[in-house]
């Protein structure tokens, strides 16, 4: 039972162009929305992360937007760069309690093309 | 500062044979995860720890076991190997559970292949 749904699974974006990743979750409880960055040969890094409190988080070129009555959140990267070109995971946590750990989605492959 | 490092990157292993991965960080963090890393599947958790001593299982245990005898120290184990488990193994830490702006440190991975 996939508890992240991530899409879309790969995409391919001009420099200089808008990079949308969306993911949907099913379990109400969670309350933390962290974005994962990796690149080849690399184990994951911490992007941004986002609360339930707040719709919009920004951080440099890149933007969490959190929708909690449709239960989906989204990366937007901006002027998107040959060095963004990387797999990135949503996840999801609970605070206290509740499944351990990260909930990942699957990873979008993201090709930023110069 | 180290992070989070897991022994060995690579491996190759004929089916039946045993291994122990060995993670260690040097942040002082209570909880540590191990997780498993399949094209299109995503990160799965395999064991998770939240204190020394302590083991639990995560999404994927069947054919894995950990020890946290020390603190800095996380164990995968594989008794007997199979084809199914080859994958990339993530070890990661973190300073507690779940709380807003806590990240999870990873390390490196290790790419494990069954033949």
């Known amino acids: 039972q996939q508890q992240v749904k991530q899409s879309p699974q790969s995409l391919i974006v001009q420099k200089g162009g808008i990079s949308i990743i969306n993911c949907a979750y099913e379990n109400t409880a969670f309350d933390y929305f962290p974005w994962y960055q990796q690149f080849p040969g690399k184990g994951p890094a911490l992007l941004i992360a986002i609360r339930p409190d707040v719709s919009e988080k920004k951080e440099g070129r890149f933007t969490i937007s959190f929708n909690k009555s449709a239960k989906q959140f989204s990366l937007h990267i901006m002027d998107s760069q040959p060095g963004d070109s990387a797999t990135y995971f949503c996840a999801a946590s609970v605070e206290g309690g509740g499944a351990d750990g990260l909930t990942f989605g699957k990873g979008t492959h993201l090709i930023i093309q110069p | 500062n180290a992070g989070v490092t897991q022994t060995p990157k690579f491996r190759v292993l004929k089916t039946g044979q045993s291994m122990t991965l060995l993670c260690a960080q040097d942040m002082n963090h209570e909880y540590m995860y191990w997780y498993r890393q399949d094209p299109g599947m995503g990160l799965r958790l395999i064991h998770y720890?939240?204190?020394?001593?302590?083991?639990a299982k995560g999404e994927v245990p069947d054919g894995y076991n950990v020890s946290r005898l020390k603190k800095q120290n996380f164990l995968l184990g594989l008794e007997s190997a199979a084809p199914s488990q080859t994958s990339v193994y993530f070890c990661?830490?973190?300073?507690?559970?779940?709380?807003?702006?806590?990240?999870?440190?990873f390390g490196q991975g290790t790419r494990l292949t069954v033949v």
């Open positions: 990661a830490s973190s300073y507690s559970r779940g709380f807003m702006n806590t990240e999870a440190f």
């Open positions: 720890s939240v204190g020394e001593g302590t083991t």
